[in-house]
């Protein structure tokens, strides 16, 4: 690995890019299984819901995407794949859990 001739800024694109065209593609079938079984049990009324489907996906995307760039940014800062796991956990989470304790107080 180390005698290819690519720098690291390339191998760590390429990560990125790598796991964001893996995210789009099981997005992509969960999109094509979620509207076959809309067609299956509402029937034409599935069509309906096309465009809020559409739009929870790409939002979906666009999260993953970001928490990808998050766990790289962690793993470039750290060099340890666990660490850069829990940490990108971790501040998911607080962010997730921040929205619920402004809602409250």
């Known amino acids: 690995m180390l005698l ?3 720098s690291k800024a ?3 694109y390429g ?3 790598g796991v964001q065209c893996l995210v789009g593609v099981l997005l ?3 999109f094509l ?3 076959t079984v ?3 049990i509402d029937g034409g009324v599935a069509f ?3 465009g809020t489907y559409l739009v929870m996906y ?4 666009l999260i993953l995407g970001l928490v990808n760039l998050l766990g790289a940014f962690y793993y470039l800062v750290f060099s340890s794949v666990g660490l850069a796991l829990l940490m990108t956990y971790l501040t998911y989470m607080t962010n997730e859990n921040s929205k619920y304790l402004h809602a409250t107080s």
């Open 28 to 30: 992509s079938i969960q």
């Open 10 to 12: 390339e191998l760590f």
């Open 48 to 50: 309906v819901v096309v």
């Open 58 to 61: 790409l939002g979906a995307f």
């Open 38 to 40: 809309g067609l299956v």
């Open 15 to 17: 990560k990125l890019l």
């Open 4 to 6: 290819l001739p690519v």
């Open 33 to 35: 299984y979620s509207m």
